[in-house]
């Protein structure tokens, strides 16, 4: 079932999503299957898989010399999907990467989605490849994510890279494209990420999910940004339940966000995290109340392999 009809059969009632992240190559994948199982009482509509791409590690040899190595840290984003399907029989949704793939890699990946009937797709950019800093496109393959969305639209046409034949079979994926009400940390000014949300939406985007924020004003006040740019599709809200102190410093570091001063305060008179999660995630309960009250289409947490604090929280707001 496709995320737009997921929350047209919603009707208003709110719903939530959650977001996986593939283990570590070689770890087991039944732990996090068996921590999110709990979850399924409240009957999440969908689930999506993170990709992470390549990244390039240098390993020292016995003989003194450096050997480099291209290398996928967390594997595993097809498989997973499939093993949530076929294990609690909802949605999974795959993130697919414009980073580390040439286009004919992701025509061959989005084949094997399809076959799956995998009906969703989150089409990403991706971050910069570790240990760089700046995007590179690998040969042949995008810059932007607007350029994998239209592939992937193309694709729901019938229309394959280098295929003449227009009677090809048409994938029918219901594509989603991430957002930041903060704004994305590269984009110059809000105005040219505006733009070219609108661009990845005109290009064949069905719904959007955010960046996560903690401040609900910063997400209300980018979906009427939006509505007043024309961009109509349903805005998922991102959200993530803090749950150490140190989060305080970390995540507006690594996602580029502000943390609101009464957030700041409480976690800060906080003695241990154990209060601090607490803290969280009563304030993430305030938060998704408010969304639903806003009228928010889904609520989706980041769960980071913490799937008790959504749990509390879907206790109290599901
Ligand atoms: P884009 O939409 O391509 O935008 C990237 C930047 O380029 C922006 O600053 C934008 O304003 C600018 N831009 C866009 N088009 C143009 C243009 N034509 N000309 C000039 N500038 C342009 N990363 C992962 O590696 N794996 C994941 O699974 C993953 N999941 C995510 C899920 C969500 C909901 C979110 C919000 C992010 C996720 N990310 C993930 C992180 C994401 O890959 C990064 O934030 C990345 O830096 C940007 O991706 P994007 O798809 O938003 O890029």
Request: with cysteine; net charge negative; hydrophobic share 40%.
């Amino acid at each position: 079932t496709k995320i737009t009809d997921h929350i047209k059969i919603a009707n208003g009632k709110p719903i939530f999503s959650i977001e996986v992240i593939p283990p570590i190559k070689g770890d087991n994948l039944k732990s996090l299957l068996d921590n999110i199982e709990p979850l399924m009482e409240f009957k999440p509509p969908f689930i999506d898989v993170t990709y992470h791409r390549e990244e390039y590690i240098e390993r020292p040899m016995p003989d003194g010399t450096i050997q480099k190595i291209v290398t996928r840290k967390r594997p595993g984003t097809v498989g997973i999907c499939a093993a949530i399907m076929h294990r609690f029989g909802i949605d999974a949704v795959p993130h697919v990467l414009c980073g580390g793939f040439s286009r004919e890699e992701t025509e061959d990946f989005l084949i094997d989605l399809h076959y799956l009937g995998i009906d969703n797709a989150l089409v990403l950019r991706g971050d910069p490849a570790k240990p760089f800093t700046t995007f590179k496109a690998k040969e042949n393959g995008y810059t932007y994510a607007s350029e994998l969305v239209e592939q992937v639209a193309n694709m729901n046409r019938g229309l394959y890279l280098h295929e003449e034949d227009t009677a090809l079979a048409p994938s029918n994926f219901c594509i989603g494209v991430a957002a930041y009400p903060e704004k994305h940390f590269e984009a110059t000014d809000h105005a040219s990420d505006f733009r070219y949300l609108k661009q990845k939406i005109e290009k064949g985007a069905d719904y959007i999910v955010t960046q996560m924020f903690f401040d609900n004003k910063k997400y209300l006040d980018f979906v009427d940004r939006c509505r007043q740019e024309g961009i109509t599709v349903p805005i998922v809200p991102g959200l993530k339940p803090l749950s150490t102190r140190k989060q305080l410093q970390i995540l507006p570091k690594l996602f580029h966000l502000e943390m609101p001063d009464d957030l700041v305060r409480a976690v800060e008179a906080c003695e241990n995290d154990q209060q601090a999660r607490q803290v969280g995630v009563e304030w993430c309960i305030q938060q998704c109340r408010e969304l639903v009250a806003a009228g928010a289409p889904v609520l989706h947490f980041y769960t980071m392999g913490k799937a008790d604090n959504v749990m509390k929280i879907a206790k109290e707001v599901f």
